[in-house]
């Protein structure tokens, strides 16, 4: 291949859902309740855990107010595009903007995995080291563990966007997904992606692994620890929300970067569940199972309605 030909490709078509007008209308109308349903859900707890000093001063409500403002940011990163494209016949994507697309996926969806971890711990101290808790989980290691998550994130997105841009791009330019994601996007370098394939499975696949393991491990912990049966059904309770959330998360994760870069006819489906579904459903799951945030909000409710 010329050398000069390597930069011919500076824009990606989206393969997305279908090219039939009425279904991606219908599609439309979809995603666009669950993207609203997502802003909706989690600015919800966002306000409510800003506004009540109880969960204000809580480091789980803390933890979980951040893990809410990362939903938003993560949806907003695929789902917005999405949606313009099925209201366009030619789902374009620039190559700098796939460039983005992709660092933001990874950067925000890897903190959001060491927070989800962050949050197990913050749940270990809870329950097996309770008369300690406030003095472990202070404020002060709250907002430096986020900051973590987030620089964790950070960093594990650069190696991956490195890997990237290095590699020539010279045609086919079809992105087989609705979204640019590395799986996809280094299937059309114009080189042998072998040992970058390797090297983004052991990045991605490897903190999307040990990140589930430590978390199963740490909830397994728990129970272990705890040798009352009310003890147990109560650890239960509080950890259930969080084991749904982590396995909504981290099973689709695991599926499509833990494994060589082939594709399967369910991939896209996969990568709806974690990009667009779960961000939805965490304010539910963490809501509907937990009295303290639905009282704040009912008080909250009731603020705004007599103000």
């Known amino acids: 291949m010329d050398k000069?030909?390597?930069?011919?490709?500076?824009?990606?078509?989206?393969?997305?859902?279908?090219?039939?007008?009425?279904?991606?209308a219908g599609l439309f109308v979809l995603f666009l309740f669950f993207y609203v349903s997502t802003w909706v859900g989690n600015v919800l707890i966002m306000v409510?855990?800003?506004?009540?000093?109880?969960l204000n001063s809580s480091p789980m409500y803390f933890l979980l107010g951040n893990l809410s403002f990362m939903d938003l940011c993560y949806s907003t990163v695929t789902t917005p595009k999405l949606l313009a494209d099925f209201l366009n016949h030619e789902k374009l994507i620039s190559?700098?903007?796939?460039?983005?697309?992709?660092?933001?996926?990874?950067?925000?969806?890897?903190?959001?995995?060491?927070?989800?971890?962050?949050?197990?711990?913050?749940?270990?101290?809870?329950?097996?080291?309770?008369l300690h808790y406030t003095t472990v989980m202070s404020r002060g290691l709250c907002c430096v563990l986020v900051a973590a998550s987030w620089m964790g994130g950070f960093v594990h997105s650069t190696v991956q966007t490195i890997l990237t841009i290095r590699l020539p791009f010279c045609g086919p330019n079809?992105?087989?997904?609705?979204?640019?994601?590395?799986?996809?996007?280094?299937?059309?370098?114009?080189?042998?992606?072998?040992a970058t394939?390797?090297?983004?499975?052991?990045?991605?696949?490897?903190?999307?692994?040990?990140?589930?393991?430590v978390l199963i491990s740490s909830y397994t912990t728990i129970l272990v620890k705890i040798r009352s049966k009310e003890g147990r059904r109560k650890a239960l309770s509080t950890c259930a929300s969080h084991l749904m959330v982590v396995t909504l998360f981290f099973g689709p994760c695991i599926f499509i970067y833990a494994r060589?870069?082939?594709?399967?006819?369910?991939?896209?489906?996969?990568?709806?569940?974690?990009?667009?579904?779960t961000p939805m459903l965490?304010?539910?799951?963490?809501?509907?199972r937990n009295k303290e945030v639905k009282s704040a909000m009912q008080k909250l409710w009731v603020k705004i309605i007599t103000f």
């Open 4 to 24: 000069n030909q390597t930069e011919v490709v500076r824009e990606f078509f989206l393969s997305g859902f279908s090219q039939t007008s009425s279904i991606e």
């Open 48 to 54: 409510t855990v800003a506004s009540d000093k109880y």
């Open 95 to 130: 190559y700098d903007q796939c460039i983005v697309q992709l660092f933001f996926l990874h950067f925000i969806g890897a903190a959001e995995m060491f927070l989800l971890t962050v949050m197990a711990y913050d749940r270990y101290v809870a329950i097996c080291r309770p």
């Open 174 to 194: 079809q992105v087989d997904n609705f979204f640019c994601d590395v799986p996809t996007v280094i299937k059309l370098a114009c080189a042998d992606t072998f």
């Open 197 to 213: 394939e390797l090297l983004m499975v052991s990045n991605s696949g490897l903190i999307s692994t040990i990140s589930f393991v």
């Open 260 to 277: 060589p870069f082939s594709t399967f006819s369910v991939d896209k489906m996969v990568s709806v569940l974690y990009n667009v579904i």
């Open 282 to 288: 965490n304010p539910l799951i963490y809501t509907l």
